[in-house]
Nanobody, 116 residues
Framework: QLQASGGGLVQTGESLRLSCTAS???????????MGWYRQAPGKQRELVAS???????NYVDSVKGRFTISKDNSKKTVYLQMNNLKPEDTAVYYC?????????WGQGTQVTVSS
């Protein structure tokens, strides 16, 4: 079970940090998952924003490169999305995802709203 938090209302240029914790997962299981953050804006399809593979390097959609950073703290079974220099076009519901060959789990979503 994934629990996401950290969304909110901010102004352009400000920062937020999203967190997603796998509260009911044992550590060895958490480490085996590829973790990602997706977002869905009104009227748009859900898109992958950032991902970090088990033991791999992070990847980002071009629109957030240089502004967003995905990271994992395995000891806390938590994945983070640090979002800096936020823009109105970043406004969306953000979802965390944990995926491996035999599983695909989603968090409940957290709203991020960036005002101009």
């Amino acid at each position: 079970q994934l629990q996401a938090s950290g969304g909110g209302l901010v102004q352009t240029g400000e920062s937020l940090r999203l967190s997603c914790t796998a509260s009911r997962t044992i550590l060895s299981t958490f480490i085996s998952y590829n973790m990602g953050w997706y977002r869905q804006a009104p009227g748009k399809q859900r898109e992958l924003v950032a991902s970090i593979a088990s033991g791999g390097s992070p990847n980002y959609v071009d629109s957030v490169k240089g502004r967003f950073t995905i990271s994992k703290d395995n000891s806390k079974k938590t994945v983070y999305l640090q979002m800096n220099n936020l823009k109105p076009e970043d406004t969306a519901v953000y979802y965390c995802n944990a995926r491996r060959a035999d599983d695909d789990s989603w968090g409940q979503g957290t709203q991020v709203t960036v005002s101009s």
